[in-house]
């Protein structure tokens, strides 16, 4: 068995549920980056050969009044032929609906799986509906990692027998840290993106200063609204109370949920209807047991039970979001034991094992029906 894992980018295989299907995934594999022309492997360097003779086809096609043909599912089939690929998993819906062609011309099973912007935004769900619809069509199974992707899956004729549910999991060094949750540090990782409104995080953040004058806010992460969250912290004058630490690593990420006694994501459905879908981050942090203040948002409520694994309030309501904030700042046991169930929680239900099994067996049955 040997399959291609399609990403949009190089960039899109270092993001932590992606990096884990390369590297877990029990099948021999390679990873092929298809947003730029040609696909491309790691070791692969565009070929002048093949740019030419396209180029040349086109040319002779276009005499005969026939379509050019895509340089892109040019070099994507002969890329599949000359790996002996036997089925391409794609990462976003969007990913596979554009190599669609190639993999029925090969007659090639193909996996896609949903993974956020791919089945929320409004201009995405518009370009691609009819080839989603056909994307499902030939697809054996379609995996999604929240369970709100299921129902926007059937709107778009997906048929329910086919759909996957597997949220990404954490990495298991995770559940072998010992935060002591004493200390009154609360912790934000992620984008600072619209979907993840760092802002309303700082906004509520402001609030609990009110109560508690030294509890520090610690934001990890880059992205379009860093600069203007930076502006705004200023602009409250919490600048001693709040840190940037910018881009950090796995290594790093430990070491500040070790150290801190909450973790902190507002996350909210985008102007232009981008949402989550499973935040890994919220895994990581309840693997690693501490309490998670978030919202009723995507897939969140399918790994936080509030009050039992976590805390959750509605969207951009900041004013509730500082209180629960502030009340596990204000009771340490209640801290603990809310980081304890949700550890819990994740270990029993929401593992990577878990998830890379899921998909290796929904792989080795679509591999069977070939």
Do not use: W
């Not at 203040?293 to 976590?310: F, N």
Request: hydrophobic share 45%.
């Amino acid at each position: 068995m040997k399959i291609a894992i399609l990403t949009p980018n190089k960039s899109t295989a270092t993001e932590t549920f992606i990096k884990n299907h390369i590297d877990f995934l029990p099948f021999e594999k390679i990873v092929v980056f298809g947003d730029k022309l040609p696909y491309l492997t790691h070791k692969d360097k565009p070929s002048l050969i093949s740019r030419l003779y396209i180029k040349y086809v086109n040319v002779l096609r276009k005499i005969l009044g026939k379509k050019p043909k895509s340089l892109k599912a040019f070099q994507l089939k002969k890329l599949l032929k000359s790996h002996e690929v036997d089925l391409v998993f794609a990462e976003y819906l969007i990913t596979g609906a554009e190599v669609l062609d190639v993999c029925k011309d090969l007659k090639m099973p193909i996996i896609p799986i949903a993974l956020g912007y791919d089945i929320s935004l409004y201009s995405v769900l518009e370009k691609y509906q009819e080839k989603y619809k056909q994307l499902f069509q030939y697809a054996s199974s379609v995996i999604v990692v929240s369970k709100h992707m299921k129902t926007n899956l059937l709107a778009l004729n997906c048929p329910e027998s086919k759909i996957i549910y597997s949220p990404a999991g954490p990495d298991s060094s995770f559940f072998e840290l010992q935060p002591k949750l004493e200390s009154k540090q609360v912790l934000a990782v992620g984008r600072f993106v619209e979907k993840k409104a760092p802002h309303l995080t700082i906004l509520a953040f402001k609030e609990v200063l009110n109560k508690f004058p030294d509890a520090t806010l610690v934001m990890a992460g880059d992205g379009v609204l860093l600069n203007v969250c930076k502006d705004l912290v200023r602009a409250l004058k919490i600048n001693n109370s709040v840190r940037f630490l910018g881009v950090i690593n796995q290594e790093q990420q430990r070491e500040l949920l070790e150290e801190s006694l909450i973790f902190v994501q507002h996350s909210v459905i985008a102007k232009n209807g981008d949402s989550e879908g499973t935040p890994v981050a919220i895994l990581e942090a309840m693997a690693t047991g501490i309490p998670v203040v978030s919202t009723e948002h995507a897939g969140i409520p399918d790994i936080i039970e509030h009050d039992k694994t976590g805390l959750l309030v509605p969207e951009h309501n900041i004013q509730l979001m500082a209180e629960m904030i502030s009340s596990l700042l204000s009771n340490n046991i209640r801290a603990k034991e809310l980081g304890m169930h949700a550890r819990l929680h994740v270990k029993q239900h929401f593992t990577l094992k878990t998830h890379i099994d899921t998909i290796a067996k929904v792989v080795n049955k679509s591999a069977k029906a070939k």
